[in-house]
């Protein structure tokens, strides 16, 4: 799988708009370091089940536009752009699955499944929305 940022394979020095596979990985590191505390490619490559290559790949691309940091034992953090940008994801995730689950009563695998293309193409406007519905409710 090849990270595409912009719509193109990103390629350092220019700011670019993560698309679905990067803001993929920003999630699946957040939410491997809420569990575990820390994380490592492995721990990436287990939990969405690529490859240890496709991974790697995708951890130098987004250490390149400064999401992540890689330490030196391996560890992989998110750095505030990244952390910013996951919690946006992962956001957006959860209040896409429950507005589907609970407000079109939509089956919980299902609502899941569909959150999770979703809330990559959503708009802010139409988000803001589910968003105000939800908290009202």
């Known amino acids: 799988m090849t990270l595409q940022i912009n719509g193109v394979t990103a390629n350092g020095g220019l700011v670019m708009i993560l698309q679905e ?3 993929n990985y920003l999630e699946t590191i957040l939410l491997l370091q809420q569990q575990n505390g820390s994380v490592r490619s ?3 490559a287990t939990y969405m089940n690529f490859t240890k290559a496709s991974v790697s790949r995708a951890m130098s691309i987004l250490k390149r536009e400064n999401y992540i940091l890689m330490e030196a034992d391996g560890n992989i ?6 952390l910013a940008k996951a919690n946006a994801v992962l956001e957006r995730h959860r209040l896409l699955t429950r507005f589907l689950n609970e407000n079109l009563g939509v089956s919980e695998e299902i609502a899941e499944k569909d959150a999770c293309r979703i809330e990559h193409v959503i708009s802010p406007e139409t988000f803001a929305g589910i968003k105000k ?5």
């Open 21 to 23: 596979s990067g803001e």
């Open 42 to 44: 492995i721990d990436v």
């Open 133 to 137: 519905l939800i908290k009202n409710a």
């Open 77 to 82: 953090v998110l750095t505030e752009a990244g």
